[in-house]
């Protein structure tokens, strides 16, 4: 079976990883596996991305350009909005060109997919939930506002009190080109956000599987502890509390601020917080232990000397 996995990069952030991760897997038991990208950072041979400079340069400022209709939202919150309006791109023209037999999307916002091309799409899909866009009017989570099991409106994250706001007309967008999508699986990645897909107006009647994401135990499994803090320059004497996730101190979903709340308890100098995910400067603001930040760890090998590497 040819597999085609469709993602907005190949090795930066976490559903690119978990995507690289699966098409790895696929390849290693002998499937014909692909990947498809707007921003390729890998030399693998197997993952198709932008060829021309100029190519390159579009697929940059696209996230961008997708976001100016939110300019017109002054109380926007934080949290990401996709409104996938931009013409062009040639993603779709690309997939059908491949002629897979799946085409298994992950993460593909960021200006990477215009919302009604993915009718155009020839090939049954899979999508993997990586977050709650695919269902919603528009946001990547929706902060508990629920309009994505109506038809959205009113949006908290756009900060808007009008019924027919961007996220009404986004999920309009959706519900129609859906509607011309017969054959559509949606996969969550948790329970929680299976149940919310089969919650949503938009998907509650397609079929829905909770399939988790895969790990590499040959490469996830436990590390001597002292080699693997000496290899990343961690004390050895110290007990390491590790946290970690994109945007690590900067997400309040993530839940930074309420470890550091607790970790004001403990106060101990036998004791260190790591941080990584967050390339922001090590900065103590009352929290009970020392804290220092690794930054971004691009690769599978380094994640998992850090995880042996840690107490909890």
Known sequence: MKVLHVNFSDVQGGAARAAYRLHRALLSLGEDSRMLVGLKDSDDYTVTGRESNFEKAIAVWRPILDSLPQSRYPDKGKTLFSPSWLPLGGIVRMINEMNPDIVHLHWICGGMIRIEHLAGIRAPVVWSLHDMWPFTGGCHYDDGCGGYTRNCGN????????????????????????????????????????????ESSLLKNRRIKNIPNLLDTTVFKPFDRQKARELLSLPQKKRIVLFGSMEAKKNPRKGFNILKEALLFLKRKDAELVVFGSSEPVSSNGAGLSERCLGNLFDDASLAALYSAADV
């Open 155 to 198: 949006c908290r994250v756009l900060g808007s009190k009008r019924r027919d706001d961007l996220s009404f007309r986004v999920w309009k967008r959706k519900c129609r080109t859906f509607s011309k999508m017969a054959d559509i699986t949606a996969v969550g990645l948790s329970k929680w956000i299976t149940g919310c897909a089969k």
